[in-house]
């Protein structure tokens, strides 16, 4: 995707596309269109707009020509595929419709179902929202399978991100076509969930909003600000862009966000008082005499930390990949690097949480280079949304450098009964159960996935998604007489925390599926048979065991540990052949460093290598 145009303007061509609405966005795209060579029709019931529109248009292409950008031949062409109309009824051949007009979910819900009732079968209605959810535009509408969401940036011309958002009925030739044709044109179409706010827009509302709390805070000027954030890397200041987006935009978008997504995109006490335009003036003024004596470094983590907390947020929650979630921060809000590699720099994996005022949902004892985790949520230890958050916390913490081995415990009686119930009956949509289910296994991937062995002391009940927790640990130790099992059928739902992949691989097909489908537990004793758990331990010793085998196990070389996992884990997914292989360039890496070559001195030298896990942390093995 994003090839270049020139390299892929085939696909363009004799394109058709019109443009609704001549506000700044519709004019902008339209006239990238046309300087990209493709026929375009801008409608508008604004005469005095399309007007305005052509003379600017005209400008632009004596320009062009003028600096040798286009010969006059191509801009008399370019020109003669540029209409302009004031009807729908003149865009009845258009291949593609564009719609930008005012942010409103009954104004575009009604225009796409004006829009559905002509044309041709395939034409395909694109919706420029940046807030609103395609699949609630799409509602009631002739063809929803023909509506996506394909929300462009400002400047149009030179931003080469466009967000392409499927809705829920937007069917997959839809999608294709559309990434076409963005792609034939220079842009990346940067897919992502249809969510309010998107992907973009929710780090950029989170960056301003804590920008402008600064300002009304006093913390510093505007000015100030801005100068701090530019002097860090950012192309523009956050006030910069208030004024270059508009603050109209900027408050109707977090008025959006804060109800999606609540107090975190509180906007109220910033425009207290103040109309929008004397909000501007307010927070576009100051002396650098009024400034606080807040450092720029202090200004800087106040503006960026929102930021990056909710671009961990959108990763959780499968909004958009990490490899495209940087390339938008870069290209879209000018960072000068993407929210990830900056939470890395700044030594850590993942962008940080502010501290909440509740009480951890985990107790950590660290000893002899064994961390001891304990699930500590009474009554049931379930795997709310915050103990999750408060684990993945935990896995970045500076002192678990130190730690070799993990164990898992459950505080009380329970190991864990599994996901909380009331969360489960508070979640509104398919889309938003579906994202909890990825922020889910996220954090049983980044357990499974680690250098580290982890061991579960599976010490009372473990029940759902406490048994896809201990499933994703490398060791089970269990109680006798503990009982464990699945029972999300009872509920009418799956396992939602890879628990219809891991435990097949663990027990095979078909006791998995029995499993599954009743939702029946099995005794510590049945487990052990079957192959679910490694060891049955007598009741109350099952921590002091599992923390025994730890010790042992941090006594090895943490790199020949890393070694070892990352092999057997791997290998068992790949082909017999690609494994053998895999084994073998671990096992070559191993003995190179540790049977270095022989020195001009004569003495063994000893090679250095790194290995790298698969969430960037790297681990040296060898002397330097």
């Not at 829009?115 to 509408?141: F, P, Q």
Request: glycine residues 10%.
């Amino acid at each position: 995707m994003g090839a270049p145009a020139a390299a892929g303007r085939s696909e363009a061509e004799g394109a058709r596309v019109a443009v609704i609405g001549a506000g700044r966005m519709g004019t902008s795209i339209a006239q990238w269109l046309a300087v990209s060579g493709v026929p375009v029709t801008l409608c508008s019931r604004n005469e005095e707009s399309l007007q305005s529109f052509r003379r600017g248009i005209e400008k632009h292409f004596v320009g062009r020509v003028r600096r040798g950008r286009m010969s006059e031949a191509e801009s008399c062409l370019s020109l003669e595929s540029l209409r302009t109309v004031q009807r729908h009824e003149g865009l009845d051949d258009a291949e593609f419709i564009i719609e930008c007009v005012v942010e409103n979910l009954a104004v575009k819900r009604a225009l796409f179902q004006e829009l559905g009732r002509g044309g041709s079968g395939e034409r395909i209605l694109c919706s420029n929202t940046s807030s609103l959810a395609v699949s609630e535009i799409a509602l009631d509408a002739v063809h929803p399978d023909r509506i996506v969401g394909t929300h462009f940036f400002q400047p149009v011309r030179f931003t080469s991100v466009v967000e392409v958002v499927p809705g829920r009925e937007t069917g997959s030739e839809t999608v294709a076509r559309v990434e076409k044709l963005l792609s034939s044109l220079g842009k990346f179409p940067l897919r992502v969930q249809d969510c309010p706010g998107f992907l973009v827009n929710r780090m950029l509302a989170a960056y301003l909003l804590a920008a402008a709390r600064m300002a009304r805070e006093g913390v510093a000027t505007p000015k100030r600000i801005d100068r701090a954030l530019r002097e860090w890397g950012m192309q523009l200041g956050p006030f910069e862009i208030i004024k270059l987006v508009g603050v109209d935009l900027v408050l109707e978008i977090a008025r959006g966000l804060k109800a999606a997504y609540g107090e975190r995109f509180r906007f109220d006490d910033l425009v207290e008082g103040l109309d929008p335009g004397s909000w501007l003036a307010v927070a576009s003024a100051g002396a650098e005499s009024q400034d606080g004596s807040e450092s720029d470094e202090t200004i800087v983590d106040r503006a960026l930390l929102p930021l990056l907390e909710e671009a961990r947020s959108c990763l959780h929650e499968g909004v958009a990949s990490a490899e495209d979630m940087e390339r938008a921060a870069i290209e879209c809000l000018r960072m000068p690097k993407g929210p990830l590699a900056l939470a890395r720099e700044r030594g850590i994996s993942r962008p940080p949480v502010p501290a909440a005022s509740r009480r951890s949902s985990l107790e950590v004892e660290i000893a002899q280079q064994v961390a001891i985790v304990a699930l500590n949520d009474p009554p049931a230890n379930s795997l709310t949304i915050a103990l999750m958050e408060d684990f993945l916390r935990l896995l970045d913490r500076a002192e678990l450098d130190s730690v070799r081995a993990m164990v898992i415990v459950g505080a009380g009686r329970v190991f864990s009964a599994g996901v909380d119930p009331s969360e489960l009956g508070a979640l509104r949509s398919a889309e938003e159960a579906s994202r909890r289910s990825r922020h889910g296994q996220e954090l049983l991937e980044r357990i499974e996935g680690g250098w580290k062995p982890v061991i579960a002391a599976i010490n009372g009940l473990c029940l759902g998604g406490g048994l896809e927790l201990a499933l994703a640990c490398h060791f089970r130790f269990c109680s006798e007489g503990v009982r464990l099992g699945v029972p999300e059928v009872q509920l009418g739902i799956i396992p939602g925390l890879g628990g219809t992949q891991r435990l097949p691989r663990r027990v095979g097909l078909s006791r998995a599926l029995d499993l599954v489908l009743t939702g029946h537990t099995i005794k510590a004793e049945r487990a052990f048979e079957i192959g679910l758990v490694d060891r049955v331990v007598s009741r109350g010793q099952v921590l002091d065991e599992a923390r025994k085998y730890a010790r042992r196990l941090a006594e090895r070389d943490p790199s020949v540990v890393a070694a070892v996992l990352r092999t057997v884990r791997d290998g068992a997914r790949l082909p017999m052949e690609a494994g053998l292989e895999l084994e073998a360039e671990t096992f070559g890496r191993l003995a190179g460093a540790r049977f270095g070559p022989i020195g001009p001195d004569g003495a063994r030298t000893t090679l250095e290598w790194q290995f790298v896990d698969e969430h960037g942390g790297r681990h040296e093995h060898g002397e330097k």
